[in-house]
């Protein structure tokens, strides 16, 4: 997730396995963790590079080198540098997230909750590397241009899954602005958080997330 925009590389589904899109997520197949464990260690080398030496003076060669993996490597499973910051494997579970809302809840609320508990899970399973990937975002000019994509790639997700709730089409207009405004709020709030030094607690990230999403739900007043 993410800011994302925080979109995922898609999964390949094994030869023998049919997708049932109404199926519990399944536990990866043997080549896809090979995979994930493959782009993390990228991402893991990256962001210690980053850290040390800065974004824009950390060229990929030095990357690949840092992961033990080939420069080709690293563009198969991220076909741009920007890539190896916005791209990640939590958009499924923010998908899930929503599918597992209460089937009489607003969607409009269905939809926070399912940001909110989806930031809190990633926040609680690598909190430093979250707040490195969002001050990354912040302050390159290059990774915000390439999030608008990923962006992209997460509001259809989103879109999917509320319109089964609602019954609209996919590409139904209302679900449209609503699944990209609450993913724009999300990213505001990150940004405002990102602003003051991600200063405090994983509750008050939380309120500010829950306070920047609650404008769009009573209706954009002030």
């Known amino acids: 997730m993410t800011m994302r925009s925080m979109a995922p590389a898609p999964a390949e589904a094994d030869d023998d396995t049919a997708a049932d899109p109404c199926a519990p997520p399944a536990r ?20 210690r590079l ?18 033990d993996v080939s420069p080709s490597t690293v563009f198969r499973y991220f076909p741009t540098k920007e890539d190896i910051v916005l791209t990640d494997e939590y958009d499924p579970l923010l998908e899930e997230a929503l599918r597992q809302r209460p089937a009489g809840e607003p969607p409009v609320a ?16 690598d909190a430093e590397e979250t707040m490195l990937r969002i001050r990354l975002i912040r302050e390159v000019p290059a990774l915000r241009g390439r ?62 997330v829950t306070r920047a999403l609650g404008v769009l739900e009573r209706g954009l007043t002030l």
């Not at 269905?110 to 399973?125: F, K, M, P, Q, V």
């Not at 999030?147 to 019954?167: F, I, V, Y």
């Open 28 to 47: 990866p197949g043997l080549r896809e963790r090979k995979k994930i464990r493959t782009r993390q260690a990228i991402r893991r080398a990256a962001y």
């Open 50 to 67: 980053f850290e040390e030496q800065g974004y824009d003076t950390t060229p990929v060669d030095r990357i690949a080198e840092e992961a």
């Open 110 to 125: 269905a939809l926070r909750e399912a940001l909110c508990s989806s930031l809190t899970g990633i926040y609680r399973a």
């Open 147 to 208: 999030m608008s994509e990923h962006s992209a790639d997460t509001a259809w997700l989103l879109r999917r899954s509320l319109a089964e709730r609602t019954g609209r089409a996919e590409d139904d207009l209302e679900l449209r602005i609503v699944t990209s405004a609450m993913l724009a709020a999300l990213t505001e709030a990150l940004y405002s958080w990102a602003d003051t030094g991600m200063a405090g607690t994983l509750e008050d990230l939380r309120a500010l």
